[in-house]
């Protein structure tokens, strides 16, 4: 690499102005690595295929009421988002979640039904098998099981594979099938059995050696995370899609054109190690090509591999791990009877005992949805659709999809809800990303990054290489885009002066 402090600052501003950088995908990752390149001066062109910005952060009006139609909340570990929307200048619409409505419910549990989601456990694996919340979901038989965790040789593996194997192994497959798989199948659309522990649940290998059994490396790590500052995930007033209007305002403003209905057809090596990203005949602003000196791909993964596959070798050596199918349904229902909140703030199902994987009941969740809302209005999201099958939502017209969405919400909720109460409705369909938590994702995405990374001034970003939600994507976007722009900057400066000396 280049030596940096050699540089003439003057210059390399000058140098930074005059580079040319392409992101290919408006989804979060490609608007933010489009921001960090726009904040040297460099000239940014973002093409996105579809009709919007945003991926799966989506917003609208439904029965007028402004939504969430995707993402609606984000983690807040690592700061990293809330460093973004302060950027953005919307700290003020940041909002925590409500409190006092309960929590998550379970639901499907045998001869019980539905319960409180117990407290103070880590992936639904309980800290105190006889503690009174876990007790009344596993019954005294499944606690008994549990406990027996404690009693059993100590474990000093120091790594498990696989959460569902290590979880019936050690406390029974009551807590597998009530506690635990609901939570996976709900957040990570996965069955624990495809879960690696390591990844969804950071130290809990660690805590378990030093614990010695399951439910107390659980207790250690509840614990820690008791001590850590600030809560688990936040929204923003008037949902999540201000994050990209104010994105696109900003990159708009410093110079950045966002295109969308422009799809990537092909990138072309040019000589100097410049490329070209050739656009589909259909773009509507025309199909010139777009000349660049760096590019990032921020499209999902197989359009990615596809892009990148004849300038990065191995890539096309794995094949794309597609990711599970989830449609959301909205609700906005004339429910006074929901005013008490009877599920909390939302109720995860056991899988094989309902249609719907899981239900948020939005307004017992955020208080900003009870201020824009009549008195007596409430707002349900349902959710449909997992690793293992297909959203049940699929080929039903939308009269079929508001019945099957009023009919699990009832069930759910444990409230009867009509079609006379339902003021409007909406289904959006995502197609996910592998979930970064799935085994064996880590080293998939390890291969792809090590030969992207073989491609001179090109870098790749999105949920398939950092993993779903904010807080991954974000901060990986910005560290792979602070690559590709010393890549640009230096190391092809690097290449050119190891030509000439070549050449003469």
Same mark, same amino acid.
């Given at each position: 690499?280049?030596?940096?402090?050699?540089?003439?600052?003057?210059?390399?501003?000058?140098?930074?102005?005059?580079? $040319?950088?392409?992101?290919?995908?408006?989804?979060?990752?490609?608007?933010?690595?489009?921001?960090?390149?726009?904040?040297?001066?460099?000239?940014?062109?973002?093409?996105?295929?579809?009709?919007?910005?945003?991926?799966?952060?989506r917003s609208g009006e439904v029965a007028g009421?402004?939504?969430?139609?995707?993402?609606?909340?984000?983690?807040?570990?690592?700061?990293?988002? $809330?460093?973004?929307?302060?950027?953005?200048?919307? +700290?003020?619409?940041?909002?925590?979640?409500?409190?006092?409505?309960?929590?998550? @419910?379970?639901?499907?549990?045998?001869?019980?039904?539905?319960?409180?989601? %117990?407290?103070?456990?880590?992936?639904?694996? =309980?800290?105190?098998?006889?503690?009174?919340?876990?007790?009344?979901?596993?019954?005294?038989?499944?606690? @008994?099981?549990?406990?027996?965790?404690?009693?059993? %040789?100590?474990?000093?593996?120091?790594?498990?594979?696989?959460?569902?194997?290590?979880?019936?192994?050690?406390?029974?497959?009551?807590?597998?099938?009530?506690?635990?798989?609901?939570?996976?199948?709900?957040?990570?659309?996965?069955?624990?059995?495809?879960?690696? %522990?390591?990844?969804?649940?950071?130290?809990?290998?660690?805590?378990?050696?030093?614990?010695?059994?399951?439910?107390?490396?659980?207790?250690?790590?509840?614990?820690?995370?008791?001590?850590?500052?600030?809560?688990?995930?936040?929204?923003?007033?008037?949902?999540?899609?201000?994050?990209?209007?104010?994105?696109?305002?900003?990159?708009?403003?410093?110079?950045?054109?966002?295109?969308?209905?422009?799809?990537?057809?092909?990138?072309?090596?040019?000589?100097?190690?410049?490329?070209?990203?050739?656009?589909?005949?259909?773009?509507?602003?025309?199909?010139?090509?777009?000349?660049?000196?760096?590019?990032?791909?921020?499209?999902?993964?197989?359009?990615? &591999?596809?892009?990148?596959?004849?300038?990065?070798?191995?890539?096309?050596?794995?094949?794309?791990?597609?990711?599970?199918?989830?449609?959301?349904?909205?609700?906005?229902?004339?429910?006074?009877?929901?005013?008490?909140?009877?599920?909390?703030?939302?109720?995860?199902?056991?899988?094989?005992?309902?249609?719907?994987?899981?239900?948020?009941?939005?307004?017992?969740? @955020?208080? @900003?949805?009870?201020?824009?809302?009549? =008195?007596?209005?409430?707002?349900? &999201?349902?959710?449909?659709?997992?690793? +293992?099958?297909?959203?049940?939502?699929?080929?039903l017209r939308d009269e079929e999809v508001a019945?099957?969405?009023?009919?699990?919400?009832?069930?759910?909720?444990?409230?009867?809800?009509?079609?006379?109460?339902?003021?409007?409705?909406?289904?959006?369909?995502?197609?996910?990303?592998? =979930?970064?938590?799935?085994?064996?994702?880590?080293?998939?995405?390890?291969?792809?990054?090590?030969?992207?990374?073989?491609?001179?001034?090109?870098?790749?970003?999105?949920?398939?290489?950092?993993?779903?939600?904010?807080?991954?994507?974000?901060?990986?976007?910005?560290?792979?885009?602070?690559?590709?722009?010393?890549?640009?900057?230096?190391?092809?400066?690097?290449?050119?002066?190891?030509?000439?000396?070549?050449?003469?």
């Amino acid at each position: 690499m280049a030596d940096e402090s050699a540089y003439d600052l003057v210059e390399l501003h000058e140098k930074a102005t005059q580079t $040319r950088i392409v992101v290919i995908g408006a989804g979060i990752g490609g608007l933010v690595s489009a921001l960090e390149f726009a904040k040297l001066g460099m000239q940014v062109t973002v093409v996105e295929a579809g009709p919007r910005a945003g991926g799966a952060i989506r917003s609208g009006e439904v029965a007028g009421l402004p939504l969430d139609l995707g993402a609606e909340s984000f983690a807040t570990r690592g700061g990293h988002v $809330r460093r973004l929307l302060d950027e953005l200048g919307l +700290s003020d619409r940041v909002v925590d979640p409500e409190t006092g409505a309960g929590g998550a @419910w379970v639901a499907g549990v045998p001869r019980i039904g539905a319960a409180p989601l %117990p407290k103070g456990g880590v992936l639904g694996i =309980p800290a105190n098998p006889f503690a009174d919340d876990v007790r009344r979901v596993l019954g005294w038989g499944g606690a @008994w099981r549990a406990y027996v965790d404690r009693l059993r %040789p100590v474990l000093t593996i120091g790594h498990a594979d696989s959460l569902g194997a290590l979880v019936a192994s050690r406390v029974g497959r009551k807590v597998l099938d009530r506690l635990v798989a609901p939570v996976t199948t709900g957040v990570y659309s996965a069955s624990p059995e495809l879960i690696d %522990p390591d990844v969804a649940a950071p130290g809990l290998n660690a805590a378990i050696t030093r614990a010695g059994s399951l439910t107390g490396g659980v207790a250690m790590l509840a614990e820690e995370r008791r001590s850590a500052p600030g809560g688990a995930v936040q929204g923003m007033r008037g949902g999540m899609g201000a994050l990209v209007d104010a994105l696109v305002e900003r990159l708009e403003r410093d110079g950045v054109e966002v295109r969308t209905g422009a799809a990537a057809e092909s990138l072309e090596r040019r000589p100097g190690d410049e490329w070209r990203v050739h656009l589909a005949a259909d773009d509507e602003d025309g199909a010139e090509p777009l000349d660049a000196h760096g590019v990032v791909v921020a499209t999902e993964e197989g359009a990615a &591999r596809r892009l990148l596959a004849a300038h990065a070798p191995g890539l096309d050596e794995d094949a794309p791990v597609p990711g599970p199918i989830v449609d959301i349904v909205t609700l906005v229902l004339d429910a006074p009877e929901l005013d008490a909140k009877p599920r909390g703030t939302g109720v995860l199902t056991v899988p094989g005992s309902h249609r719907a994987k899981a239900l948020t009941h939005a307004t017992a969740k @955020w208080a @900003w949805i009870v201020d824009a809302a009549d =008195p007596g209005v409430h707002v349900v &999201r349902v959710s449909f659709g997992s690793a +293992s099958e297909e959203p049940a939502t699929s080929g039903l017209r939308d009269e079929e999809v508001a019945e099957l969405a009023l009919a699990e919400a009832s069930q759910l909720l444990g409230v009867t809800l009509t079609r006379d109460q339902l003021r409007d409705q909406r289904l959006e369909r995502y197609a996910q990303s592998q =979930p970064a938590s799935t085994i064996g994702q880590k080293q998939h995405t390890a291969r792809a990054r090590a030969a992207i990374r073989t491609v001179p001034c090109v870098g790749a970003v999105g949920a398939w290489l950092a993993g779903t939600g904010l807080a991954q994507v974000v901060p990986d976007a910005i560290a792979e885009t602070d690559r590709v722009r010393r890549a640009v900057l230096f190391e092809s400066d690097a290449a050119s002066d190891a030509s000439g000396e070549k050449d003469s």
